[in-house]
């Protein structure tokens, strides 16, 4: 290179000297980071430009599509058109990552399976779905089909399939957000494009084509397929392009996560205020899934819940934004580190443009994990409880061992529950993987047991 980058005024040694975490990250080491910049809740709020008003918003639009979705997707009617997804404890697996990683996890263990989503199977049948239906509605008011009072099963009507044929709806993915936006957009009647990076698998891609959705592939990762995909919907009125690094709607529709999960907490007698903590581990690729979780459960707990963004480490960026304070500004490719990993859903080198900046505040931290760590909790999680997720979802599960062990995690966990750690429930988001099929589960079972065995 004949002149040397900078970011934000600085060079990398510079960089270097000021945030030592870089020099683990460029090691490609585990590491966890303890975010010095969080504030109280009350705090937090007043900065931010969000607020649970908009949360509430979303909720609303999804209640209306409630009654389409019992008619267009009938798997949905036992849950009253309502896509949401099962929370439960998993002693076994508490069991089985006590003794793996040689330590004792005092409070309670639970997993939120949005892997088994309804419709597209990640936690992107909550953002991507809820994207593609905002934009539906927003077609259908300014056309005049829609009308105060009438029920949202009209949607799925002939009349508003043929204004929704004349639209186009775009979207670049490492896998499962195409699959969401795909699906669903599909099933509306819209033209959607699926710009697809080297990561995503062939099963996801053969799946949209089945349902006649454009999937272009790119050899490169998800940076390149995103900027495709924008820059071929640009200055084009008909077409929505689902815009991950920068989506706000999207971060809204993750968001609405926490309302339900605050029922669910309710109903199976779960307590969440000071005394007692909930810390949650959320799977971190761009940034607008967990962050929009995240932000959601900031709102309904406040200072009562921790959350953690969980990265690969090769793929950290979320940490490397955060812990500069240069966000999207720089990625994990500019310290030489490749982005490379099993985890397809967290293959994303550089963080989303905004997730960083708003929940600079709210975010207790992230850790990085290594792959064959993920690979073998994939083995451990299926022998202890029959749970199969893809690798992507298993970052999260070794939260509870870090807050458990003796690095940093575990002197924050000490410190949120007053010395008494057993006060502490532990949620893990397993975030994709019920749609994986069959021979593919089987092929990353049999490396993650291969990884429990020679360990
Ligand atoms: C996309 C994805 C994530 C992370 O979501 P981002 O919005 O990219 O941060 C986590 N797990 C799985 C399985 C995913 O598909």
Not at 331 to 352: E, F, K, P
Not at 401 to 412: I, M, N, Q, T
Request: glycine letters at 10%; charged letters at 20%.
């Amino acid at each position: 290179m004949c002149s040397e980058q900078l970011f934000n005024g600085k060079t990398l040694d510079r960089l270097r000297e000021e945030f030592p975490i870089l020099r683990t990250i460029e090691a490609r080491q585990e590491t966890t980071w303890i975010n010095d910049r969080k504030l109280p809740f009350a705090q937090a709020l007043a900065e931010c430009s969000l607020t649970m008003e908009d949360v509430l918003d979303a909720s609303d639009r999804l209640d209306r599509f409630a009654d389409y979705f019992r008619t267009a997707f009938p798997e949905t009617e036992k849950t009253g058109g309502i896509l949401e997804s099962p929370m439960q404890p998993i002693p076994r697996m508490q069991a089985a990552l006590e003794e793996a990683y040689g330590v004792s996890i005092p409070g309670k263990l639970w997993i939120k399976l949005d892997s088994h989503l309804p419709i597209s199977g990640s936690i992107k049948a909550r953002g991507g779905i809820y994207e593609v239906l905002k934009t539906a509605e927003d077609i259908a008011i300014r056309h005049g089909l829609l009308h105060p009072g009438d029920p949202y099963r009209v949607f799925d009507s002939q009349a508003f399939r043929e204004v929704f044929s004349r639209y186009s709806i775009a979207v670049g993915s490492t896998g499962n957000l195409g699959l969401s936006i795909g699906i669903m957009s599909a099933r509306l009647g819209f033209q959607v494009t699926v710009h697809m990076s080297a990561d995503a698998r062939q099963w996801k891609k053969d799946m949209l084509r089945s349902k006649g959705v454009t999937v272009v592939e790119y050899e490169s990762d998800y940076s390149v397929a995103v900027e495709q995909g924008r820059r071929d919907a640009q200055g084009n009125p008909y077409c929505h392009f689902v815009d991950d690094e920068n989506s706000q709607t999207l971060f809204l529709g993750y968001s609405v996560a926490a309302l339900r999960l605050k029922k669910q907490l309710e109903e199976n007698h779960i307590v969440v205020d000071r005394n007692n903590p909930l810390m949650v581990y959320l799977p971190c690729g761009v940034g607008g899934g967990p962050g929009g979780v995240a932000f959601g459960l900031k709102m309904v707990f406040g200072d009562a819940v921790h959350c953690f963004f969980a990265e690969p480490t090769h793929s950290c960026c979320m940490m490397l934004g955060m812990a500069t304070g240069l966000n999207n500004e720089i990625c994990v490719q500019d310290l030489g580190v490749d982005n490379l990993t099993i985890a397809d859903g967290l293959a994303v080198g550089r963080a989303s443009s905004f997730v960083g900046k708003v929940m600079s505040p709210f975010m207790s931290g992230c850790y990085s994990i290594s792959d064959d760590r993920m690979s073998a909790l994939l083995a451990r999680l299926a022998d202890a409880e029959g749970i199969y997720l893809e690798p992507s979802a298993l970052a999260g599960m070794y939260g509870p061992v870090l807050a458990s062990g003796d690095g940093a995690c575990r002197d924050y966990a000490d410190r949120i529950s007053g010395g008494e750690p057993g006060r502490i429930t532990h949620l893990v988001w397993a975030t994709g993987g019920s749609m994986v099929p069959a021979g593919e589960m089987e092929k990353y079972y049999a490396a993650g047991k291969k990884l429990t065995e020679s360990a």
